[in-house]
């Protein structure tokens, strides 16, 4: 067969047959585009080419193992047989623009908390909790008013976070929420106003005054500590760092709420067992998925251009998952530009 008729019969193959052809023949053959993937069908081995011709014919002659094939004219249409090998047609592609539509400021409306984050807030009262939600979801509302509610009862609040500049972006926003008279922050670098009821700190530096206490070095005025926050929670599981926030709740003070905040938690209903077996209260754990402000996701080439990452505007999960074919152009040509032409 010339080039030229094998062309010819991979153009009229639908996309997947064609990577059903290229499966072990050509590599990351599931990020080209149909022309491409033609191209480097046709600029195989001669023995490869071969093997093609001989699967594509065995494809032709039984059009009832290959359901997606365009049927002859006078074939008499037939149910389709189920599926094994190729998989589904992809959802047509959405173009930048769709991506985008709809992205904007919200319409203005009356604050009114979320349930889950009344929730939190009541049990707050009497047990620990933690709250393990997504991103941008809510949780700040949380923390503030259960440090509001600590305030009103005249107890002291440490807030903790892994990170220093999370530390001092937390003591902005609580000095304009509460006054700056009643936040301080101890960091290894920072050493403000500590004897403000609101105290902010590294992980590190609140588990290590938790073991000078345990050990009567300091008067840490541990009878009036209310709530204890413990921002990015998911720490616990971090192979270094994990012991500390382990330690910080094994030694938090029997009368102080613990406030854990995470948006990725793998095992929250695990944690949350294992503070109620350690502590002296239950701990209750909010748990869901509910994203209010939808991620949408984007390729963003380093030529400048972007794409939309997905077929579809709905992030895809899990197995075959549709790359973009605009993405996937972009991304073989990079590629190609950053690794040398593929081998073949
Ligand atoms: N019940 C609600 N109704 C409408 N908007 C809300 C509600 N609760 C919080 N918000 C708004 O949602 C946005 C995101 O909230 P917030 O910063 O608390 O998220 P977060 O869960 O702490 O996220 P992150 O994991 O990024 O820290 C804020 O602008 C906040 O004002
Ligand atoms: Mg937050």
């Not at 592609?93 to 985008?100: N, R, Y």
């Not at 609101?198 to 609140?206: D, G, N, P, Y």
Request: aromatic residues 6%; glycine residues 4%; proline residues 9%.
């Amino acid at each position: 067969m010339t080039n030229d008729v094998l062309a010819k019969q991979l153009a009229g193959l639908p996309v997947k047959l064609l990577h059903h052809l290229a499966r072990k023949r050509v590599p990351r053959h599931f990020r080209m585009g149909k022309n491409r993937l033609i191209q480097t069908l046709l600029a195989l081995s001669p023995d490869q080419q071969a093997e093609i011709e001989t699967s594509l014919a065995s494809l032709l002659q039984e059009p009832a193992r290959s359901p997606d094939l365009p049927k002859p004219p006078d074939t008499p249409s037939r149910p389709s047989p189920p599926r094994h090998n190729v998989p589904a047609e992809p959802a047509p592609a959405i173009s930048t623009k769709e991506l985008f539509e709809g992205i904007g400021v919200p319409p203005q409306r009356p604050f009114k908390p979320d349930d889950w984050q009344q929730e939190a807030i009541n049990h707050l009262a009497t047990n620990d909790v933690i709250l393990s939600v997504p991103t941008g979801s809510g949780k700040t509302y949380v923390a503030l008013e259960a440090m509001r509610r600590a305030i009103e009862a005249e107890q002291t609040i440490i807030y903790t976070s892994p990170l220093k500049a999370l530390s001092n972006t937390k003591l902005t926003e609580f000095s304009q929420t509460f006054g700056s008279d009643q936040v301080g922050i101890l960091t290894g670098d920072r050493r403000d106003n500590p004897q403000a009821p609101i105290l902010i700190m590294t992980t590190e530096i609140l588990r290590n005054l938790l073991y000078d206490a345990a050990s009567g070095e300091i008067d840490m005025r541990l009878d009036t500590l209310g709530l204890i926050i413990l921002d990015e929670s998911q720490f616990l599981a971090d192979r270094e760092r994990g012991v500390v926030w382990e330690e910080t709740i094994i030694f938090a003070p029997a009368q102080s709420r613990l406030l854990l905040l995470s948006a990725s938690i793998g095992n929250p209903d695990e944690v949350a067992a294992w503070i109620s077996s350690i502590r002296s209260t239950s701990c209750h754990l909010i748990h869901h998925r509910n994203r209010s402000v939808p991620l949408r996701a984007a390729y963003l080439d380093p030529s400048g251009k972007l794409a939309p990452f997905f077929r579809t505007r709905d992030i895809a999960h899990g197995k075959g998952v549709a790359l973009h074919p605009e993405t996937k152009r972009l991304f073989a040509n990079y590629e190609d530009r950053t690794l040398g032409p593929r081998k073949r």
